[in-house]
């Protein structure tokens, strides 16, 4: 399922815009994003497509158990509105991707050993528990937000981490409406560089920095 996903954003791209192999990384698209948006809304004027969420989900669910499956509060809300135009990507498992991805409550505090351990204490509310698993990992990036005076830690972004005998590769779906990605590291700081570089861009902002979990931890 997930290549047919691949070949459906894919064929909104023109051959230059997407990459043949693995090349230096940029800083720079190689497309505009917003000619990608009209050219989809275009060919599925009824769907979203697919996020980072939806495809580490889809991959990774099998090593997550969750417990508790009380209702959910207004959880990835353009997430769900996809999946109710396709859900083929978690064939019935939006109870659970929605528990997962449910906004955490917390303080208005830049401590990020306060918010691990209030992801902790929340998570163990959930019962979510993750498998050991010695080759792949899921890589969550948390934003701390306080929109509407609510203090509140979201995953913003996700992936997959692989370990193998040459290196690490991470593969990400970069948004809804644009393509997917496999980038090789050497180790887990280039991987930490490279997200908080993306993602660490606000200043002067009384919520914390972004910080990055490796399945139930803190990044190494």
Wanted: with cysteine; hydrophobic share 35%; charged share 30%.
């Amino acid at each position: 399922m997930l290549f047919q996903h691949i070949y459906q954003i894919n064929e909104v791209f023109k051959n230059d815009e997407l990459s043949k192999g693995f090349e230096p990384l940029r800083k720079e698209n190689k497309y505009d994003p917003y000619e990608i948006q009209a050219r989809w809304d275009k060919k599925h004027p009824d769907f979203l497509g697919y996020n980072c969420r939806i495809t580490a989900f889809s991959l990774f669910s099998q090593y997550i158990e969750i417990q508790e499956s009380k209702p959910i509060k207004e959880a990835v809300p353009l997430d769900l509105y996809a999946l109710q135009e396709d859900n083929s990507a978690l064939k019935g498992e939006e109870q659970k991707f929605a528990r997962f991805y449910e906004d955490i409550e917390t303080t208005m505090t830049k401590d990020i050993e306060e918010h691990v351990n209030t992801i902790h204490e929340e998570w163990k509310k959930r019962g979510i528990v993750f498998s050991k698993q010695d080759k792949v990992s899921l890589i969550s990036v948390f934003f701390h937000s306080d929109i509407d005076d609510e203090n509140v830690l979201q995953i913003g972004h996700t992936g997959l981490l692989f370990d193998d005998k040459d290196g690490l590769y991470f593969f990400e779906k970069l948004a809804f409406q644009e393509p997917y990605q496999l980038i090789k590291f050497k180790n887990r700081k280039q991987l930490s560089k490279y997200l908080m570089e993306k993602y660490d861009v606000n200043e002067n902002q009384p919520v914390s920095r972004p910080f990055i979990f490796e399945n139930n931890h803190l990044l190494k």
